[in-house]
């Protein structure tokens, strides 16, 4: 799709889409005004037989009627003036793609009311995450299920500097773009090594990429995370990803951590059938991770940064890790299977360790569809935080707001952590039913060191069946990408 700013005098192509981005309480006025007197009052007749008032979400279409050049008119509400931020400019325009996509018509020029500064990029952001569609194995599509729109130009007074400040939110758009593919593959597609292998194309952007296979991981000890994919005829893998952007390349580095379980079966511990075709996207955690180093070589951020994906299939066959069995961690703790559908933890404490034990950074942040618990305790908007660290936490919470991205934090009780001791090992990989997600945490919280730490259980976000809002599609969404960007580019490059 070609994306462009262009000046409010630049001439509607023919038989274009007009949308105008209309405040609540202000729907008729500004450049509605205008087109209501062009058209003979058409606009304000059509308002007046509706329900539309410029609320959040509401999308009112017509045909243009004779007195203007478009095909259609789209008004689109944005709620109150005053609480037009950059997410509600974002939704917006988003509201207004998704209104005419399937129309027919090939451009849409989207005028946004009232915009501030940098807004218009972010209209433009809107638009790129609202049109992501993954139809690579869609052969009979029917013409009229296919977006027609292939132009989008954004109204803007500065059309220089739109264009240049838009570069960044392009690169954001493209991360997220590749978390979503990865997340969406089918699993006889993406496996571990296929992963692996579309990490290290990133190269391209000047990632380093490494991978180790399962005799390198044999070597360092990382029992815990080759247990899991014993089962599986695909090969594990361990991806590092790094990205050196400071100006010190020997500075401190940051780092990320992603479960890639590409899918979980649940392994002996065997899940129910209804459902498990959404367990592809198990790896949600290490595609955020994925998405987040694209982003930082797309954008060329000031930043030293690594990201770990532990890549494994989590399968039931006669060399499968069984419940009952006990394995070495890397960083030698034992550790009690009690349940095989409890594999991400394991995946992630070989990672951690090998993350801090490799390249000391300031602080680890793990991304991982860990628990369906976390979906009873928050719903389907929150990603649940645990952290050892304030100052981290806040850093993610202030990034989520920004960028829309819902996160809250939950509480790491010491007293819980007496729920995952085991009687013959060092611990147990689950501690039952009561805080499901708390104890996950604290498993992991075992393989930290002290070092400041944040976990971020994205089971709750990472897919949405259905979505309600206009940039999220149904089906993968890349959460964490643009949070963890936001929170890098405002607290850690210098």
Same mark, same amino acid.
């Given at each position: 799709?070609?994306?462009?700013?262009?000046?409010?005098?630049?001439?509607?192509?023919?038989?274009?889409?007009?949308?105008?981005? =209309?405040?609540?309480? #202000?729907?008729? +006025? *500004?450049? &509605? @005004?205008?087109?209501?007197?062009?058209?003979?009052? %058409?606009?304000? /007749?059509?308002?007046?037989?509706?329900?539309?008032?410029?609320?959040?979400?509401?999308?009112?279409?017509?045909?243009?009627?004779?007195?203007?050049?478009?095909?259609?008119?789209?008004?689109?509400?944005?709620?109150?003036?005053?609480?037009?931020?950059?997410?509600?400019?974002?939704?917006?325009?988003?509201?207004?793609?998704?209104?005419?996509?399937?129309?027919?018509?090939?451009?849409?020029?989207?005028?946004?009311?009232?915009?501030?500064?940098?807004?218009?990029?972010?209209?433009?952001?809107?638009?790129?995450?609202?049109?992501?569609?993954?139809?690579?194995?869609?052969?009979?599509?029917?013409?009229?299920?296919?977006?027609?729109?292939?132009?989008?130009?954004?109204?803007? =007074?500065?059309?220089? #500097?739109?264009? +240049? *400040?838009? &570069? @960044?939110?392009?690169?954001?758009?493209?991360?997220? %773009?590749?978390? /979503?593919?990865?997340?969406?593959?089918?699993?006889?597609?993406?496996?571990?090594?296929?992963?692996?292998?579309?990490?290290?194309?990133?190269?391209?952007?000047?990632?380093?990429?490494?991978?180790?296979?399962?005799?390198?991981?044999?070597?360092?000890?990382?029992?815990?995370?080759?247990?899991?994919?014993?089962?599986?005829?695909?090969?594990?893998?361990?991806?590092?990803?790094?990205?050196?952007?400071?100006?010190?390349?020997?500075?401190?580095?940051?780092?990320?951590?992603?479960?890639?379980?590409?899918?979980?079966?649940?392994?002996?511990?065997?899940?129910?059938?209804?459902?498990?075709?959404?367990?592809?996207?198990?790896?949600?955690?290490?595609?955020?991770?994925?998405?987040?180093?694209?982003?930082?070589?797309?954008?060329?951020?000031?930043?030293?940064?690594?990201?770990?994906?532990?890549?494994?299939?989590?399968?039931?066959?006669?060399?499968?890790?069984?419940?009952?069995?006990?394995?070495?961690?890397?960083?030698?703790?034992?550790?009690?299977?009690?349940?095989?559908?409890?594999?991400?933890?394991?995946?992630?404490?070989?990672?951690?360790?090998?993350?801090?034990?490799?390249?000391?950074?300031?602080?680890?942040?793990?991304?991982?569809?860990?628990?369906?618990?976390?979906?009873?305790?928050?719903?389907?908007?929150?990603?649940?935080?645990?952290?050892?660290?304030?100052?981290?936490?806040?850093?993610?919470?202030?990034?989520?707001?920004?960028?829309?991205?819902?996160?809250?934090?939950?509480?790491?009780?010491?007293?819980?952590?007496?729920?995952?001791?085991?009687?013959?090992?060092?611990?147990?990989?689950?501690?039952?039913?009561?805080?499901?997600?708390?104890?996950?945490?604290?498993?992991?919280?075992?393989?930290?060191?002290?070092?400041?730490?944040?976990?971020?259980?994205?089971?709750?976000?990472?897919?949405?069946?259905?979505?309600?809002?206009?940039?999220?599609?149904?089906?993968?969404?890349?959460?964490?990408?643009?949070?963890?960007?936001?929170?890098?580019?405002?607290?850690?490059?210098?």
């Amino acid at each position: 799709m070609d994306l462009v700013f262009v000046s409010p005098a630049a001439e509607l192509p023919e038989g274009a889409a007009f949308a105008i981005i =209309a405040q609540e309480g #202000a729907v008729l +006025s *500004g450049l &509605a @005004a205008e087109v209501d007197a062009q058209t003979g009052g %058409a606009l304000g /007749r059509a308002l007046a037989g509706s329900r539309f008032t410029g609320a959040k979400g509401q999308t009112l279409e017509i045909v243009a009627p004779a007195g203007h050049p478009a095909q259609r008119l789209v008004l689109v509400g944005a709620g109150k003036a005053e609480a037009l931020d950059d997410i509600a400019a974002e939704h917006a325009a988003a509201s207004a793609y998704q209104a005419v996509k399937l129309s027919g018509v090939s451009t849409l020029r989207i005028a946004l009311e009232g915009a501030k500064g940098g807004q218009a990029e972010r209209a433009a952001l809107g638009v790129r995450l609202a049109a992501y569609r993954f139809d690579r194995y869609r052969t009979k599509e029917p013409a009229d299920k296919k977006p027609s729109v292939s132009r989008v130009e954004i109204v803007c =007074a500065d059309v220089a #500097a739109a264009t +240049s *400040g838009f &570069a @960044a939110h392009a690169a954001l758009a493209d991360a997220i %773009a590749f978390a /979503r593919d990865l997340v969406s593959e089918p699993p006889n597609v993406l496996y571990p090594a296929e992963f692996a292998r579309r990490v290290k194309g990133l190269e391209s952007l000047g990632l380093e990429v490494e991978i180790l296979g399962e005799a390198e991981m044999e070597k360092l000890g990382m029992g815990s995370l080759l247990g899991v994919g014993r089962g599986s005829a695909r090969e594990s893998q361990l991806a590092i990803m790094r990205w050196n952007g400071a100006a010190d390349p020997k500075a401190q580095p940051v780092a990320f951590v992603g479960k890639g379980v590409c899918f979980d079966t649940g392994g002996i511990s065997l899940k129910p059938a209804e459902g498990m075709e959404d367990m592809k996207w198990d790896m949600g955690g290490a595609a955020a991770v994925a998405g987040l180093m694209h982003a930082l070589a797309g954008r060329k951020a000031k930043v030293n940064a690594v990201g770990i994906l532990g890549l494994v299939e989590n399968m039931p066959d006669g060399e499968a890790q069984r419940p009952g069995d006990v394995v070495t961690s890397m960083s030698g703790q034992t550790i009690e299977i009690i349940n095989t559908d409890a594999e991400g933890r394991l995946v992630l404490a070989d990672a951690l360790w090998y993350c801090q034990e490799r390249f000391k950074p300031k602080f680890m942040v793990d991304l991982a569809t860990l628990t369906g618990a976390i979906i009873i305790s928050l719903g389907n908007d929150y990603a649940g935080l645990f952290s050892n660290n304030d100052e981290l936490s806040e850093n993610l919470l202030a990034a989520s707001k920004v960028e829309g991205e819902p996160l809250w934090r939950m509480p790491l009780p010491a007293a819980y952590d007496k729920q995952i001791d085991s009687m013959i090992a060092d611990m147990k990989n689950t501690g039952g039913r009561p805080g499901g997600s708390i104890t996950a945490a604290l498993f992991l919280q075992r393989f930290v060191n002290g070092l400041p730490w944040a976990h971020m259980d994205i089971a709750s976000t990472a897919w949405k069946k259905p979505s309600t809002v206009p940039t999220l599609p149904e089906g993968a969404t890349g959460y964490g990408v643009r949070l963890l960007n936001r929170m890098v580019a405002d607290k850690y490059e210098g």
